[in-house]
């Protein structure tokens, strides 16, 4: 799904992407990630740029080979998945704001269950405008927060 929003002189497109869950098809993943390029892409570099959404994805907590993405902060190791969406961010010129800003444990964890705590969710802006992110946090127990 994609909102643009016009505030005065600035076009804001919010975008929101819910990926194919581990253990499916790799056509049915290709085709997200083929569909999700084509929005991106549609967008003209002029606008800012939100895109945020559960990616299914573990980026991990290092940055090695993904440091102009990855701000260094997240939990756990990467998955295929994850490098998946670091490889997107990277192609895009974007940066994944969750990993940007130290944080405890539960302020990363976007899904927990009885056997794990991970973090599957994220929100990536354009490079260019990472200055309008000033912080970035899951807050447990809330459905809705400004």
């Given at each position: 799904?994609t909102?643009k929003?016009?505030?005065?002189?600035?076009?804001?497109?919010?975008v929101?992407?819910?990926?194919?869950q581990?253990?499916?098809?790799?056509?049915?993943?290709?085709?997200?990630?083929?569909?999700?390029d084509?929005?991106?892409?549609?967008?003209?570099?002029?606008?800012?740029?939100?895109?945020g959404?559960?990616?299914?994805?573990h980026i991990?907590?290092?940055a090695?080979?993904?440091t102009?993405?990855h701000?260094?902060?997240?939990?756990?190791?990467?998955?295929?998945g994850g490098?998946s969406?670091?490889?997107?961010?990277?192609?895009?010129?974007?940066?994944?704001a969750?990993s940007?800003?130290p944080?405890?444990?539960?302020?990363?964890?976007?899904?927990k269950s009885?056997?794990?705590?991970?973090?599957?969710?994220?929100l990536?802006?354009r490079?260019?405008?990472?200055?309008?992110?000033e912080?970035?946090?899951?807050?447990?127990?809330?459905?809705?927060?400004t």
């Amino acid at each position: 799904m994609t909102i643009k929003l016009v505030v005065g002189e600035c076009t804001l497109n919010v975008v929101s992407a819910y990926a194919p869950q581990v253990g499916l098809d790799e056509e049915i993943k290709r085709r997200f990630w083929e569909g999700l390029d084509d929005i991106i892409r549609s967008i003209p570099p002029s606008e800012r740029l939100f895109v945020g959404g559960d990616f299914n994805s573990h980026i991990g907590s290092s940055a090695v080979g993904y440091t102009e993405v990855h701000g260094g902060y997240g939990i756990g190791e990467r998955n295929g998945g994850g490098t998946s969406l670091l490889d997107f961010a990277k192609a895009f010129d974007l940066v994944i704001a969750n990993s940007s800003f130290p944080k405890r444990d539960e302020h990363l964890v976007t899904y927990k269950s009885l056997v794990a705590k991970t973090q599957i969710d994220y929100l990536l802006l354009r490079r260019c405008d990472r200055r309008l992110c000033e912080d970035c946090k899951v807050i447990p127990g809330e459905t809705l927060a400004t």
